[in-house]
């Protein structure tokens, strides 16, 4: 594929990333891993698709970003499990809160933060492999691209067209900074690729 395809394919994901975070936000961090699907298959184009093109990423460093990505997100959603937290000192019985709306959102905040980061951790832990990048400048580097390509479009649309307050827009800018830009950092730092066999 020629530079131009792959410069349009990034593009047609940051647009796809930007809509789409501002109405399915709950979805925005498995939206990282189809970027990563679709760039990967637009840059193998002219090969056959198959689980060769997607790199083993050992076990470990997915735990340990998943950790990380999941814990600043949940920084992010403080407000949310504050509200369950004042439920469940209100509420009589375990029963009545686990059947209020509060345990359901804070639940569905988890559960989804917990698949989208360990999506995201994949997602970041491959790119690292398949750029090569082996020093702390280069992830950082690449998570700087990265956060250029997810946030720096929607920031746009939520101070311009949503007219967004600015600390709900400076919350999402860190909460991306630490997922971007420290993510790839810490994969970096534990390594992503898995030793060789030995025989």
């Given at each position: 594929?020629t530079?131009?395809?792959r410069?349009a394919?990034?593009?047609?994901?940051a647009?796809?990333?930007t809509f789409?975070?501002s109405?399915?936000?709950i979805?925005?961090p498995?939206?990282?891993?189809?970027?990563?699907?679709?760039?990967?298959?637009?840059a193998?184009?002219?090969?056959?698709?198959?689980?060769?093109?997607?790199?083993?990423v050992t076990?470990?460093?997915i735990?340990?970003?998943?950790?990380?990505?999941?814990?600043?997100?949940?920084l992010l959603s403080?407000?949310?499990?504050g509200?369950?937290?004042?439920?469940?000192?209100?509420?009589?019985t375990?029963?009545?809160?686990i059947?209020?709306?509060?345990a359901?959102?804070?639940l569905?905040?988890?559960g989804?933060?917990l698949?989208g980061?360990?999506?995201?951790?994949?997602?970041?832990a491959?790119?690292?492999?398949?750029t090569g990048?082996?020093?702390?400048?280069?992830a950082?580097?690449?998570g700087?691209?990265?956060?250029?390509?997810c946030?720096?479009?929607?920031?746009?649309?939520?101070?311009l067209?949503?007219k967004r307050?600015?600390?709900?827009?400076l919350?999402?800018?860190v909460?991306?900074?630490?997922d971007?830009?420290?993510?790839?950092?810490v994969?970096?730092?534990?390594?992503?690729?898995?030793l060789?066999?030995?025989?």
């Amino acid at each position: 594929m020629t530079l131009s395809g792959r410069v349009a394919v990034v593009m047609i994901i940051a647009l796809v990333r930007t809509f789409s975070q501002s109405y399915y936000a709950i979805y925005t961090p498995q939206l990282n891993l189809l970027a990563l699907v679709l760039y990967m298959s637009a840059a193998t184009a002219n090969n056959k698709m198959s689980s060769k093109f997607f790199p083993s990423v050992t076990p470990s460093a997915i735990a340990l970003g998943t950790a990380y990505s999941h814990g600043a997100s949940l920084l992010l959603s403080a407000p949310v499990f504050g509200s369950a937290y004042d439920r469940v000192k209100t509420a009589d019985t375990p029963e009545e809160f686990i059947k209020s709306k509060e345990a359901a959102g804070a639940l569905a905040v988890w559960g989804s933060s917990l698949i989208g980061s360990a999506a995201k951790t994949y997602a970041v832990a491959a790119l690292l492999q398949s750029t090569g990048t082996v020093t702390n400048k280069g992830a950082i580097y690449l998570g700087t691209l990265l956060f250029a390509i997810c946030t720096v479009p929607s920031a746009f649309v939520n101070v311009l067209a949503e007219k967004r307050p600015l600390d709900y827009v400076l919350a999402k800018i860190v909460g991306d900074l630490l997922d971007t830009v420290g993510l790839a950092a810490v994969l970096n730092w534990w390594g992503t690729r898995p030793l060789p066999d030995v025989v």
